[in-house]
């Protein structure tokens, strides 16, 4: 690099990372915010907290709007094959957003946040109510609002979703999805029919025994400590739809909820978001310093929550670890019950209606089903207020099931309410986690390790081979640096095929 060019990039950088430092003060606030929303705050009040973190946000906006900026930015782009590694993916990732939102003024993008915030305070009250006509309008505008931003990007992609799932998994695109849940299908539909006709009976009574709040909240403390969650980092509490989100390099939150009836759900879901927050507790330093701590895909995240979730929290070495302490918390549920009972009925496969709360097996189906309804939405090939009847219709085809009212149908989760392409990264978390563990398990003992509670052993290799280089790698690149393969179901398949297997003796 010549002196001039250093100093031209030195200079430019100083520029992008003022504007940024500024911008992720008002997205630190509307993270707050937003967290409050979806926690504490009173149902007349979301609305115009809602209004507050969209004037915010349109304020970080505007800063990225300056001629400033932007001259500064696609400098560095124009430039960077001199800049280090963690400065070429800043230039990289807001080249990215330049083209996507070069179009859009800031009036524009206010307008959007304010659809946006309207949907969620109006799926709220449609969930309350299980009535979808009171949200059918506002996806209608979320719809517009996803084909207005695509067709406004100077680097839109000719199939409609791809540009979408680019904004939560880039690299991946429709036909990526369309081959790999087609396997899905050819495998698990037949294997759900085997599984149906076993003569196995697996015991789940239990699982519906009433406990209290605090004894939830109790192992959900638990839990959080057994996987290595840092409480002077981290904090939980409660919500409607369990999340995490990263506010801060030292403030990461989680949350989950109780079901007096279905404590299950409560441990199931702190230790998926707890997955969430071992990732960006554990990602280096330098993400920070460089301003790309969010540059990783919701597919890489969704792959080490669901492994924390599932390869690890459905395990038999996981129940053994935990199940004396689950008799001290519930003692009135394990009275009768034993660690064998307990490992089967958390791995039980029964078609449920709430994705949620679905079986490691049968969760695919859910996916599929969004994946294929949500194209529908974004070709315009349906009309909004049909939507309840085909997917209800889509339960009863790949699960047997039918809804009996939209809350437990079509309103159950909170993602439409901001646009879509996001539901396919859960699948995908699961096939490259799939990939990953395969790989881990020739470096160390992982199933002694989580017998014994050794989470330092296997969050030291999540964090050097998986979180290290996420937000720096598209996710195919990614999964590949790690296993030295290109991303493949294979081993998701494999793994379903083995335990289910065995477990029903089909």
Avoid at 185 to 190: A, H, N, R, S, Y
Avoid at 286 to 300: D, R, S
Wanted: proline share 2%; aromatic share 12%; hydrophobic share 35%.
């Amino acid at each position: 690099m010549t002196a001039k060019l250093k100093s031209s990039c030195e200079k430019d950088l100083k520029t992008v990372y003022a504007t940024l430092d500024e911008v992720e003060r008002y997205n630190h606030a509307c993270r707050i915010l937003g967290f409050d929303q979806q926690t504490i705050c009173p149902p007349l009040g979301m609305e115009e907290q809602g209004e507050t973190s969209a004037f915010l946000s349109n304020k970080a906006f505007q800063l990225t709007k300056s001629k400033k900026f932007i001259s500064a930015a696609e400098s560095l782009y124009a430039n960077r094959k001199s800049l280090n590694e963690w400065d070429r993916t800043l230039a990289d990732s807001l080249h990215r957003d330049y083209l996507r939102t070069k179009n859009i003024t800031p009036a524009m993008d206010k307008q959007f946040s304010l659809i946006f915030n309207k949907a969620f305070v109006n799926w709220l009250e449609a969930k309350k109510n299980a009535d979808f006509s009171i949200f059918a309008k506002s996806l209608s505008d979320v719809r517009n609002v996803n084909l207005k931003q695509i067709s406004l990007a100077e680097n839109a992609k000719r199939v409609p979703y791809d540009n979408l799932l680019d904004v939560y998994e880039r690299g991946m695109t429709t036909k990526d999805l369309a081959k790999c849940f087609g396997a899905c299908k050819e495998c698990l539909v037949p294997m759900l029919q085997k599984i149906q006709k076993s003569k196995k009976k697996i015991r789940t009574d239990f699982l519906s025994r009433k406990v209290t709040d605090e004894s939830q909240r109790m192992m959900a403390e638990y839990l959080l400590q057994t996987i290595g969650f840092d409480f002077k980092r981290g904090a939980f509490t409660t919500s409607e739809h369990p999340f995490t989100d990263g506010l801060a390099k030292d403030d990461v939150r989680v949350t989950t909820h109780y079901h007096e009836n279905m404590f299950v759900s409560s441990m199931f879901s702190i230790i998926h978001e707890g997955g969430h927050a071992l990732f960006e507790m554990n990602q280096p330093r330098e993400n920070y310093a460089h301003h790309i701590q969010y540059c990783k895909t919701l597919g890489q995240h969704e792959s080490v929550s669901r492994f924390y979730e599932n390869r690890i929290g459905r395990s038999r070495s996981f129940v053994h670890l935990i199940f004396k302490k689950c008799k001290e918390i519930f003692p009135t549920v394990f009275e009768d019950v034993s660690e064998k009972q307990f490992y089967e009925a958390l791995n039980v496969v029964e078609p449920s209606l709430i994705r949620t709360e679905a079986d490691e097996f049968t969760y695919t189906f859910h996916i599929i089903i969004r994946f294929e309804i949500e194209q529908m939405i974004v070709n315009g090939k349906v009309d909004i207020q049909s939507l309840p009847q085909i997917w209800n219709d889509k339960y009863e085809e790949y699960l047997g099931i039918r809804p009996a009212n939209d809350r437990e149908g079509i309103l159950q989760d909170v993602h439409w309410t901001s646009g879509f392409g996001y539901f396919p990264t859960y699948s995908l978390g699961n096939m490259y986690n799939a990939m990953y563990y395969n790989k881990m398990k020739e470096q160390i003992d992982v199933e002694d390790c989580v017998l014994h509670g050794d989470f330092g052993t296997i969050n030291g290799w999540m964090k050097e081979y998986v979180w290290k280089y996420a937000d720096r790698l598209d996710s195919k690149t990614w999964i590949k640096k790690i296993t030295g393969r290109e991303f493949t179901a294979d081993d998701f398949l494999t793994y379903i095929e083995k335990k289910y297997g065995e477990l029903y003796g089909i």
